[in-house]
C-alpha cells in the first residue's frame, strides 16, 4: 500500500509525500523548510527526520527551494538527475556530498521497498523529469511542469491508479492575463506548461487503462480557475461516455494539504 498527498502545489512551490510500510519520501521540496515541517507534524505526526530521501523533479525555484537547508539540516539524501544537479550547483552547496544523489532518466531503480522510474518530460530545465513509483502491485504517478503529452509520455503513465498530473492554465484566461507576451508563449511552448485541456486529454485516455484517483496539481493562481480545471476533466470524460463515477478527480490546495491517498 502507498500512502500520498500533495502538501503544497502552484506555481508558488511544490512538495508531495509519499509512504509505504517502511519508506518516507517527498517529491520536490518548493516551499519553505518549515512549511514542510508543519504540515508533515500536524497531518502525519512526522518530522524531516523521518523523512528517507527527496526526489527532484526539476531544478525551478518553486521545486527547489528549501532542498539546500532541509538536506544540510536533517543530513537527508537528495535525488536528482546530472542536469538538474548541474543547474542548482550553486544553491545547493551545503549539502553534503554523500548526499547528492544522481539518477538517470528513462532507467528504474530500487529504493528501500520502492522501485523509481524517472521519466523525461518537456520543459524549460536542464533535465526535468516525471516519476513512476511502485510497491508490490500498485504504481502511482507524478507529471509535473510539462509543455505537452506525447505517446511516450502517455505510456509512461498508463496502469497507474493514481496519477498527480499538471494541469496549470485555461487557454481562455491567460490570454487575457496581464503577463507579459514573452511569458506567456513560454508558458504555452512546448516546453512550458501544461493546459486544462491537455490534462483533460490525457486523462480521458488514461482512465481506459486503471486509472482512478486523480489529483490536479500545478494550478496557476493567475491562469486558472478550479472549477474551471475539475470541470475541463468531468466535460471532456462525459463526452467519450466514460462512467464518471468510476473515478475519484481532486483539484490539490495551493496551501494546504490535498486528500491522502490509499493506493492499493
Ligand atoms: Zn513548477
Ligand atoms: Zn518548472
Excluded at 29 to 41: D, H, P, Q, R, Y
Excluded at 131 to 158: R, V
Amino acid at each position: 500500500m502507498l500512502k500520498c498527498c500533495s502538501l503544497y502545489s502552484g506555481s508558488s512551490g511544490n512538495s508531495f509525500f509519499i509512504q509505504s510500510e517502511h519508506t518516507n519520501i517527498l517529491i520536490d521540496a518548493g516551499v519553505s523548510c518549515k512549511k514542510i515541517e508543519n504540515t508533515l507534524k500536524n497531518s502525519f505526526n512526522l518530522s524531516l527526520d523521518n523523512i528517507d530521501a527527496i526526489f527532484v523533479t526539476h531544478e525551478h525555484i518553486d521545486h527547489t527551494k528549501s532542498l539546500n537547508l532541509i538536506s544540510s539540516k536533517y543530513n537527508l539524501p537528495v535525488y536528482a538527475s546530472c542536469g538538474t544537479w548541474n543547474a542548482i550547483k550553486s544553491k545547493t552547496e551545503k549539502i553534503s556530498p554523500n548526499n547528492k544523489k544522481i539518477f538517470d532518466l528513462n532507467k528504474s531503480f530500487v529504493f528501500n521497498d520502492l522501485r523509481i522510474f524517472p521519466f523525461s518530460t518537456p520543459h524549460d530545465a536542464a533535465e526535468p523529469c516525471g516519476f513512476n513509483i511502485y510497491k508490490d502491485n500498485s504504481k502511482i504517478s507524478i507529471a509535473t511542469d510539462l509543455g505537452y503529452i506525447d505517446d511516450s509520455i502517455l505510456n509512461n503513465l498508463k496502469n497507474s491508479s493514481f496519477l498527480m498530473l499538471e494541469s496549470n492554465y485555461e487557454p481562455g484566461i491567460l490570454k487575457l492575463s496581464s503577463y507579459p507576451y514573452q511569458l506567456k508563449k513560454r508558458i504555452t511552448s512546448q516546453n512550458g506548461h501544461l493546459s486544462n485541456n491537455a490534462a483533460s486529454e490525457a486523462i480521458s485516455k488514461l482512465v481506459k487503462h486503471g486509472l482512478k484517483d486523480i489529483l490536479l496539481i500545478h494550478l496557476s493562481k493567475e491562469n486558472n480557475i478550479p472549477e474551471i480545471a475539475y470541470e475541463t476533466v468531468i466535460q471532456k470524460l462525459q463526452s467519450t461516455k466514460y462512467p464518471i463515477n468510476n473515478i475519484n478527480l481532486n483539484i490539490a490546495p495551493r496551501d494546504n494539504i490535498s486528500q491522502i491517498y490509499n493506493i492499493y
